[in-house]
């Protein structure tokens, strides 16, 4: 499942964590000692009921068996999206994507473990978030080199908002002086 960077990228296709993940999860399970079988049953539970959805409103991430917990965030929520990557993670070509919000909260609102194309999947995040889909308005400076009539009526504007400013100016101090 492991792409090139020139290959076009669609969030849609991500559902489910990688592969790489189980290992990742039975190689914790394996540090916590004794405490092995259980801890691999919790993590085998996450990892099978784990499900990812992206779709132009927002990203949906549940998970659980006994007790199914379902997150539900739009992109305009979105405040920051951090990458993080352990040794162990870097290794198997994974990262943990931790996406916050302005909740308050001092842990992250939703935590995308399990991709490989981490740094694609965060780019895309952050177009979402900063509204560059389409619907949008695009950003002036590019509307501004789409059309050249435009430019030149906001240099317009430009210099009247200028030329008012410098006579408002001028008059003040003449007026101080004055006083």
Not at 30 to 59: E, H, K, N, Q, S
Not at 123 to 146: C, F, H, K, V, W
């Amino acid at each position: 499942m492991n792409t090139t960077q020139n290959e076009p990228f669609d969030v849609t296709k991500i559902v489910r964590p990688d592969p790489a993940l189980m290992r990742y999860y039975v190689l914790c399970a394996l540090a916590t000692g004794p405490m092995f079988p259980v801890t691999l049953g919790i993590l085998l539970c996450r990892y099978y009921t784990l499900r990812f959805r992206f779709d132009d409103a927002g990203i949906t991430l549940c998970w659980g068996v006994l007790f199914r917990r379902e997150t539900y965030l739009t992109y305009k929520r979105i405040q920051d999206i951090h990458l993080n990557r352990n040794l162990v993670e870097r290794w198997l070509g994974l990262a943990t994507l931790s996406v916050e919000t302005a909740s308050g909260s001092s842990t992250p609102e939703m935590k995308i473990e399990g991709v490989l194309q981490a740094d694609r999947l965060r780019d895309y995040l952050y177009s979402q978030m900063r509204g560059t889909r389409s619907g949008t308005p695009e950003p002036i400076e590019a509307r501004l080199a789409n059309d050249p009539e435009k430019h030149d009526e906001v240099l317009e504007l430009l210099t009247s908002i200028r030329d008012q400013l410098s006579t408002r100016l001028a008059s003040d101090r003449s007026n101080e002086g004055s006083a």
